[in-house]
């Protein structure tokens, strides 16, 4: 429970953190528009990475041939729910110019490799 309120808490602070860079580089750019998609897209990130980090914690609990399983859930679901937001993003809320794209895949890059380096700490101590 530990490790997952943890993860949890830096997760938000990542979340917090990259907002706030992308919110203040967006000011300095001129780019006041984009604000408010950033900021979606930031939440929507934080929430589907705790998710994930959830569901992977409560499988490294369970047996090996579990955690495995687990650990394989987490990163699909993570990866179904993304799509899930771009579809939304994109084609649902027509948020389709050059700058929103970007954004996007630049916002997913950092909360992936978080996921991934978040997993493979865990797992430094405890073989799948």
Do not use: H, W
């Not at 997952?4 to 860079?21: D, E, K, M, Q, S």
């Not at 490294?60 to 899930?84: A, C, D, N, P, R």
């Not at 027509?94 to 797992?123: A, C, D, G, Q, S």
């Amino acid at each position: 429970m530990k490790l997952i309120l943890r993860n949890i808490f830096a997760t938000i602070i990542l979340g917090c953190v990259i907002a706030g860079i992308g919110s203040l580089t967006l000011l300095l750019t001129g780019s006041e528009k984009l604000l408010s998609d950033l900021l979606i897209l930031s939440f929507a990130f934080t929430l589907i990475i705790i998710v994930c980090i959830i569901i992977f914690t409560e499988g490294q609990s369970k047996t090996t041939q579990k955690g495995f399983l687990y650990t394989l859930v987490s990163m699909s679901i993570k990866l179904l729910l993304e799509m899930i937001l771009a579809i939304l993003f994109f084609a649902v809320a027509k948020k389709n110019n050059l700058e929103v794209v970007l954004m996007f895949f630049i916002l997913y890059l950092p909360f992936t490799i978080y996921l991934i380096l978040t997993i493979l700490k865990t797992l430094k101590n405890k073989q799948l």
